[in-house]
């Protein structure tokens, strides 16, 4: 069973950061996709930046704020999030993908999301 621990977000004031990291169960390299998700109250969980085939993606709303990285010491997953706005306000998931060609499944593994908050 894979486990993915979100740790990291919390209250900040609008234009601060936050580092948030996912630790696995396993190795992230058994991933094919690792990412980020974020969803809000009533809406649903949009993606924010993940890293598929060691090319990092985001968001346009994102984009040029947040980064995407794999700390293959720690064996985590990180999220640095600067200029941080209201808007960015969300429960935050750590995301992981494995890709069974020989079965043809695909399955989604997910962490319990943390807070992030931004106050204006």
């Known amino acids: 069973q894979v486990r993915l621990v979100e740790s990291g977000g919390g209250l900040v004031q609008a234009g601060g950061s936050l580092r948030l990291s996912c630790a696995a169960s396993t190795s992230f390299f058994s991933f094919n996709v690792v990412g980020w998700y974020r969803q809000t109250p009533g809406n649903q969980r949009d993606l924010v930046a993940s890293?598929?085939?060691?090319?990092?993606i985001y968001a346009g709303s994102v984009k040029g704020r947040f980064t995407i990285s794999r700390d293959n010491a720690q064996n985590t997953v990180d999220l640095q999030i600067n200029s941080l706005k209201p808007e960015d306000t969300a429960v935050y998931y750590c995301?992981?993908?494995?890709?069974?060609?020989?079965?043809?499944?695909?399955?989604?593994?997910w962490g319990q999301g943390t807070q992030v908050t931004v106050s204006s």
């Open positions: 890293i598929v085939n060691g090319d990092a």
């Open positions: 995301n992981a993908v494995t890709v069974d060609k020989g079965r043809g499944i695909t399955l989604n593994y």
